[in-house]
């Protein structure tokens, strides 16, 4: 099952000054709907589009391509886009494997997201057409793209998708405590390749465990693999995060209903609560289950958090920055140095006084003896 259809994409500018793009997969939906017309109202992606299903597609009321093929096969395949409008525009198509990211959601679109190392074959490198689709006022236009795949068999899946966006979009804005927002949308039709239904069952693999951030607050991650090429559905994670040596749990984390990708792998965030890292050798106890396929896997992995990593997090945790405030230290060592200077003034001026006291009472003395 292939999850596919909507999605928004923002860009977040911070104080009007700081710009930062995110990217929000919105309304995941399976079998939308995609037979777009030129009957049909313009959508909020500013075109519509048709998938022309070829007579291998295994089911066509999918929503997206899932196609039975042959070693070494090449075939075409094509999308008949539309533009409602009264002005030209021009469609982006990007096409991506399909990857995992860190909520256990899979991606088929754009994404930050790199490829596992198990990835035999990227549907970027399978599947070839134009990059840009330009739409003259009220066109349709069927554009053609070639599938080609490897020349040697395999079993399993190969699974990515086309994301389709219109270029040069203004957006729409909104405004949130002080931050403002400006929404696109895209298209993402999903592309599963197969040459047979021979099951293959995934296969997961841990890489590595370590200290970072998630929403610039502290976390720790547990980054795994599904080195096969199937998918993990009803896929279920749960960490605890102990000190080394010791059965007492300080970080913990469980979440079901997760997926995950063929040949992907994910960096599931375990949160630290807000709480300073501390550096020093720990262990986790991570436990992984497909309900699916009534799969396990249980590992128990050793790491450490050092010094210059804690300083490094703590100083970019932006909930410890909040809660710090004031830097109480900066300011003790100011009132310090006022207290020391006004003392030094103090001292100063007695001195001075005591001076000027001397020195009128040896005046006093000198005119008394003058009179005698």
């Not at 070693?71 to 409602?84: A, D, H």
């Not at 349709?140 to 966006?165: A, H, L, N, R, W």
């Not at 203004?170 to 002080?178: P, Y």
Request: net charge positive; charged share 25%.
């Amino acid at each position: 099952m292939v999850d596919v259809g909507f999605v928004m994409r923002g860009k977040l500018r911070v104080s009007q000054k700081l710009v930062m793009i995110l990217s929000v997969m919105l309304c995941m939906m399976i079998g939308w709907s995609h037979e777009a017309s030129a009957a049909k109202a313009e959508s909020p992606t500013g075109f519509n589009y048709k998938i022309n299903y070829p007579d291998n597609q295994t089911d066509k009321s999918l929503g997206y391509f899932k196609l039975n093929m042959e070693p070494g096969q090449e075939q075409k395949l094509s999308i008949t886009f539309n533009n409602p409008s009264k002005e030209k525009i021009s469609v982006s198509v990007k096409i991506n494997s399909a990857k995992t990211n860190q909520n256990g959601v899979i991606e088929y679109g754009v994404s930050t997201l790199e490829k596992d190392a198990s990835l035999k074959y990227d549907l970027k490198d399978l599947l070839k057409g134009p990059e840009k689709v330009e739409l003259a006022a009220d066109a349709t236009k069927t554009v053609e793209y070639t599938v080609k795949m490897p020349d040697e068999s395999f079993d399993g899946v190969i699974s990515g998708g086309m994301e389709i966006q219109k270029e040069n979009q203004t957006g729409t804005e909104s405004n949130e405590g002080g931050t403002k927002i400006v929404n696109k949308y895209a298209y993402v039709v999903g592309v599963v390749l197969q040459e047979n239904d021979k099951d293959v069952p995934p296969e997961l693999k841990l890489n590595k465990v370590g200290a970072g951030q998630s929403n610039y607050r502290n976390a720790i991650f547990v980054n795994f693999s599904n080195i096969m090429p199937s998918y993990v559905n009803d896929m279920t994670t749960e960490v605890k995060i102990m000190k080394k040596g010791s059965e007492t749990v300080l970080y913990e984390k469980k979440q079901t209903a997760m997926r995950m990708a063929p040949n992907s792998f994910i960096n599931y965030p375990v949160s630290m609560n807000g709480e300073p890292m501390s550096p020093g050798n720990y262990e986790a106890d991570i436990l992984v289950t497909s309900g699916e396929r009534n799969q396990t896997w249980h590992w128990k992995k050793e790491f450490e958090i050092t010094s210059e990593e804690a300083d490094k997090f703590n100083n970019r945790d932006v909930g410890l920055v909040q809660e710090k405030g004031f830097n109480w230290k900066l300011v003790a060592i100011i009132v310090l140095g006022l207290l020391l200077l006004i003392i030094i003034i103090v001292l100063l001026i007695r001195r001075k006084n005591n001076k000027d006291k001397k020195s009128k009472s040896k005046k006093g003395k000198n005119k008394r003896r003058s009179k005698k």
